[in-house]
């Protein structure tokens, strides 16, 4: 079956899933141990998810399990069950529950020398019977606008009940009599998080029942399938099926922090709040599109309402079709493992090794598609997995090397370079000539971007390129023998004191009519330490400005290097997201830039005054202006004086609708005719 890796076609209905919610009873001295925070706080967070989904309007909502934190069986398991029901009556749109371990029972560990206290809390068929009189069926399916959606119950796989050959039949039968329609499944736990071998574990499914699972999923060319109970966010493509772990509207597993290299803070990462919330997912014509909403663990009281919506702008993903913007080098390992310390099931007794996925979701929650990484991430089978299933749904990889690679980097180039949009050359203008036959048996049908390397330049990378307005430089390069067969673009710098904007221009100018394209990447990396407010300024406007120039100028290719920051070693950064992955001011300009401007525009003018830099565009929807205030000056002043336009002004940093420009890059948008 072709895979449903490109979305396409207008998009016919939208649905929301949360997961983990567990509502607890009101008495609870502490969910699982743990803090009286996450009681006190449960209910009000998913009262507000729910209220923030009513906005949204879904077709429909599912949560995918540990709806309630009590067991069946014990006292507060009623208690907490009606709890959960006196929130989630509040929505709007049906709601369909798939059973998680806590309001179903424990999944089994077959073959297992188990204590009796752990036996006690697998599930069985007196928790289901439980679980089935306080919420739903513990399988079903349903559907929607020509679509399949199935829900299984994820604890019985394993189990030897009788209700799990009954679930099997009828879920192979379902499938195999809707054979070639869209279908989404729905289970309270992933197949797995990061490798379809990867070791049994507490948070996937064991096997045999793994297998059986992907098999099926596989043969059945399942569109898409989600699970919860970890608490965090994760994605894989297992086939042509796009597997999602949603995050907690509750908490954090915090165990699973130790996917990052700083200490976690926030209660041992329990309370990083800015990864709570839950899913939409967009069904197109062709494909889907699923969008983590943060919730950042903000609460509602009862009988409160939200606050008025000031957030104007649409959402945006980094697989979107037609998606167009800024491009990111990932100078830090982007998808490397860790191994998580669970104290659950049988975890103290292996190693549980798993992939950090969240710097994929604040790429997509970006939108940023095009990915700039050495080449030694191709070489790296691991990554190279990554790099081959994220090219397949529409990521572009842009691999760089210094010179020619050599021995096994060099066959990984042969083998593996169809993964690649391009590969970038970093070199001395004055080797190139030397370069071009290795080059020219090496590329095969990767365009070839050549860096010319400046050792003398005060930068990070010491290959920023080319400056913009080298147009003999590019001439010359060209003209050596064979190079036109060989090269495909150019590489060029823009240095911290110039700007994004006017260097693009240039460097297209620099190009034009020889054949070649222009690549700019701009530098944020500085060797002496800032002032830190200052710092945040001046990225904060620069980041806006590059964004804004990659929208003017669909030709180009522009790549940020703030990805990450750098807050040790010899340079210094600010960065998109923090040292957890969280967004930072940085991210939200690109994510919000991207959604105002994603049709794109084009600049007319750059006026430079006393208060603010302001770029003038034209567009698809009217006139727009990008003010960037200036450092230091903080009186804030209305958008129309600074732009002279009238319309919406969105402060960039939050999306929001504001009238006056303080301390940040804002757009202000024309209103239509």
Not at 46 to 68: A, C, M, Q, W
Not at 134 to 143: C, I, L, N, R, W
Not at 573 to 596: E, T
Request: aromatic share 8%.
């Amino acid at each position: 079956m072709q895979a449903r890796s490109d979305v396409a076609g207008e998009r016919l209905f939208t649905f929301a899933i949360i997961a983990d919610t567990h509502v607890t009873e009101e008495e609870a001295a502490a969910i699982g141990g743990y803090d009286i925070d996450t009681v006190r706080l449960g209910a009000g967070r998913s009262r507000y998810v729910v209220h923030e989904i009513n906005r949204l309007k879904p077709d429909f909502v599912i949560h995918l399990g540990d709806i309630t934190h009590p067991e069946p069986g014990t006292p507060a398991y009623e208690d907490s069950a009606n709890r959960f029901h006196r929130v989630h009556d509040e929505l709007d749109c049906p709601l369909y529950l798939v059973p998680g371990n806590h309001d179903i029972g424990e999944k089994a560990f077959p073959g297992e020398p188990l204590p009796d206290q752990h036996a006690q809390h697998t599930v069985n068929e007196a928790m289901i019977a439980e679980y089935e009189k306080h919420f739903q069926a513990q399988y079903f399916s349903f559907e929607h606008e020509d679509c399949l959606f199935i829900a299984i119950n994820g604890m019985i796989v394993n189990s030897a009940l009788a209700c799990e050959a009954e679930q099997r039949a009828w879920l192979e039968g379902l499938l195999e009599a809707n054979r070639g329609r869209r279908i989404f499944v729905f289970s309270h736990y992933p197949a797995y998080l990061s490798d379809p071998a990867e070791t049994e574990h507490y948070d996937a499914t064991d096997e045999p029942g793994r297998s059986w699972l992907v098999c099926l999923l596989d043969r059945y060319g399942v569109e898409a399938f989600f699970s919860g109970h970890v608490h965090n966010f994760f994605f894989n493509r297992c086939g042509d099926t796009h597997c999602y772990v949603l995050p907690s509207t509750c908490f954090l597993r915090h165990d699973y922090h130790e996917l990052f290299k700083v200490a976690p803070g926030m209660k041992q990462g329990r309370h990083d709040t800015a990864k709570l919330g839950y899913g939409l997912v967009e069904v197109h014509a062709s494909g889907h599109l699923h969008h983590t909403i943060r919730s950042h663990g903000r609460t509602l009281e009862p009988d409160a309402e939200l606050p008025p919506a000031t957030h104007v702008l649409p959402r945006v993903h980094g697989l979107a079709p037609d998606r167009r913007g800024v491009g990111l080098y990932l100078r830090q390992p982007w998808c490397d493992s860790a191994d998580i310390p669970t104290p659950w099931g049988l975890d103290a007794f292996r190693r549980k090794r798993i992939r950090n996925d969240y710097p994929l979701l604040a790429l997509w929650e970006m939108g940023v598609r095009d990915l700039r990484v050495p080449l030694d991430d191709l070489a790296d089978p691991a990554t190279r997995s990554r790099m081959v299933d994220l090219a397949s749904l529409g990521h572009r990889f842009t691999a760089y090397s210094y010179g020619l690679p050599k021995g096994a980097a060099r066959q990984v180039l042969v083998d593996h370079g169809a993964v690649l949009a391009a590969w970038e050359v970093i070199a001395p203008s004055t080797s190139l000539a030397g370069l071009l036959p290795g080059l020219a048996e090496l590329r095969g049908e990767t365009p070839v971007l050549f860096n010319a390397s400046r050792v003398f330049a005060e930068s990070f990378s010491s290959s920023h390129g080319l400056q913009a307005e080298e147009r003999g430089a590019v001439e010359a390069l060209l003209a050596l023998d064979g190079a036109r067969n060989v090269i495909d673009g150019m590489v060029f710098g823009a240095a911290r004191d110039e700007s994004p904007a006017r260097v693009v221009e240039v460097a297209r100018r620099s190009v034009e009519g020889l054949g070649v394209t222009a690549t700019v990447h701009v530098q944020f990396a500085h060797r002496k330490l800032l002032d830190e407010a200052e710092t945040a300024w001046t990225d904060a406007n620069r980041v806006a400005e590059a964004v804004v120039a990659a929208l003017a100028h669909d030709d180009v290719t522009m790549m940020l290097d703030n990805f990450t920051g750098i807050d040790r070693g010899y340079y210094f950064s600010g960065g998109l997201v923090d040292r957890v992955y969280n967004p930072l001011d940085g991210a939200r300009i690109v994510r919000h830039l991207h959604a105002a401007l994603g049709e794109g525009c084009a600049i007319t003018a750059i006026q430079d005054g006393a208060a603010a830099r302001v770029i003038m565009m034209a567009g698809s929807s009217g006139e727009a202006a990008l003010v960037l205030p200036a450092a230091g000056h903080e009186r804030a002043m209305a958008a129309e004086d600074l732009s002279g336009l009238r319309g919406r002004c969105i402060d960039l940093r939050s999306g929001d609708e504001t009238s006056e420009v303080a301390a940040g890059p804002a757009l202000v948008l024309t209103e239509p005719d």
